[in-house]
Nanobody, 124 residues
Framework: QVQLVESGGGSVQAGGSLRLSCAAS????????MGWFRQAPGKEREFVAV????????YYADSVKGRFIISRDNAKNTLYLQMTNLQPEDTAVYYC?????????????????WGQGTQVTVSS
């Protein structure tokens, strides 16, 4: 079983930056997909970014391309999301998630493990 714990959220002004962390524990494998999702008030949880635990090519939602970078540090069992040029529409609870498989998918329904979420608030 995989356990995930997010941290690093906070409140920033538009144009600011934050780095989210997701500490992973339990049995993990190189063929696991590790991703970030977010959910704003009144909206469905949506895909943000994903990368394999082994460090394969990352994928990003169109809304965050060029602003967010997903990465991982296997030695620390930690997934990161570096967010720059944050905008009010980025305000949401951010969740890290994991699934085991060989095909990348972007639907939240396909991910088996979830963290508790961390709040990101961006003011104009």
């Amino acid at each position: 079983q995989v356990q995930l714990v997010e941290s690093g959220g906070g409140s920033v002004q538009a144009g600011g930056s934050l780095r989210l962390s997701c500490a992973a524990s339990g049995r993990t494998f190189s063929n696991y997909y590790m991703g970030w999702f977010r959910q704003a008030p009144g909206k469905e949880r949506e895909f943000v970014a994903v990368i394999t635990w082994g460090g394969g090519s990352p994928y990003y939602a169109d809304s965050v391309k060029g602003r967010f970078i997903i990465s991982r540090d296997n030695a620390k069992n930690t997934l990161y999301l570096q967010m720059t040029n944050l905008q009010p529409e980025d305000t949401a609870v951010y969740y890290c998630a994991a699934r085991r498989g060989t095909i990348v998918v972007f639907s939240k329904d396909s991910y088996n493990y979830w963290g508790q979420g961390t709040q990101v608030t961006v003011s104009s």
